[in-house]
Nanobody, 126 residues
Framework: QLQLVESGGGLVQAGNSLTLSCGASGRAFSESPVAWFRQAPGKERAFVAG????????DYSDSVKGRATISKDDTKKMVYLQMNNLEPEDTAVYYC???????????????????WGQGTQVTVSS
């Protein structure tokens, strides 16, 4: 079992940067691919960025590619999402997610992630 807790959301102005954090508890975090998803009002949950279990490979959605960096620190059991040059379209609840330990790859589909945080709100004002 993995428990995930996000933090770092808030209200920011367009053009600024923000770093979201996700703390994990439980065994085998270092063996789990992790990802960030977001959900805007009235929209489906969408993939933002993912990292394979070793941290050697990352994937980004087209909407954030070049503006976002996902990283993790296995010793601290933390996952981070740094986003630069934020846009009003980035406004959403952001969720941290993890696949079960033993799955190596990143998936863009929420249904392949068994563990989720409660979400943190990011609001970008124009």
């Amino acid at each position: 079992q993995l428990q995930l807790v996000e933090s770092g959301g808030g209200l920011v102005q367009a053009g600024n940067s923000l770093t979201l954090s996700c703390g994990a508890s439980g065994r085998a975090f270092s063996e789990s691919p992790v990802a960030w998803f977001r959900q805007a009002p009235g929209k489906e949950r969408a993939f933002v960025a993912g990292l394979n279990w070793s941290g050697s490979s990352a994937d980004y959605s087209d909407s954030v590619k070049g503006r976002a960096t996902i990283s993790k620190d296995d010793t601290k059991k933390m996952v981070y999402l740094q986003m630069n040059n934020l846009e009003p379209e980035d406004t959403a609840v952001y969720y941290c997610a993890a696949r079960p330990p033993g799955y190596a790859g990143i998936s863009r589909r929420p249904r392949y992630y068994d563990y989720w945080g409660q979400g943190t709100q990011v609001t970008v004002s124009s």
